[in-house]
């Protein structure tokens, strides 16, 4: 599986940043977006991500991390503009577990920068592999690399933020207000680089902040955004 990092992003959402790309393999069974609805699996984005996935583009884990320990001291940088975090997904079960030694890897390479991803590995319940996904998460978290449990809808994410081991990010409906409520109260915030044209992941930051107490919304958006509207509405 090949990695890439760009190390200046010229993407008007996030900003003159660094951010990576991971293989499409790396997405979980358990994210339905994998299906049809990934803004990334369209457009310009969708042929630097399969540019990577094919071995094109990018480089093995080992070089990439390297590259990440490069970066600068406090250097805000976003891993997996497309991708999630390495790990094993058996496709006929649906089962997804996170690559720990992996991940811990990226969390020590990031030491004193300020990296922050999201991630729809399955942590939800008792079973034994989504308690392994939480353990990995809440590590990393507590060990300065940020990863963001990314809910499906209000509903779940009130579920990822009872678990208490990570930040939340949830899709929000295309009619959804700047400011909204989960079902238990939560107060929801919609990304400001999506809701202002003067704000970006560079001069935000607030999705790579660990102990924020509200949730971040991202409106349904991209070629397939009727589709990710349903998931949103739950």
Known sequence: MNYHLTKVSSNAKTGPIPVSTSHKDTCPESCPLKAKGCYAAGGPSNIHWKAVSEGKRGTDWETFTAEIKKLPKGQLWRHNQAGDLPGYTDTRSGIAMLDGSKTLELVRANKGKKGFTYTHYPVIGDDIVNKYNSTVIESANSDGFTINLSGNNLQNADELYDLAIAPVVVLLPLDAP?????????????CPAETSDRVTCASCGLCQLTDR??????????????????IAKG
């Open 213 to 230: 107490s509200y949730i971040i919304g991202f409106h349904a958006h991209g070629v397939s955004k009727k589709t990710v509207n349903l």
């Open 178 to 190: 700047k400011v909204s409520y989960t079902p238990k109260g939560r107060k929801v915030v919609a």
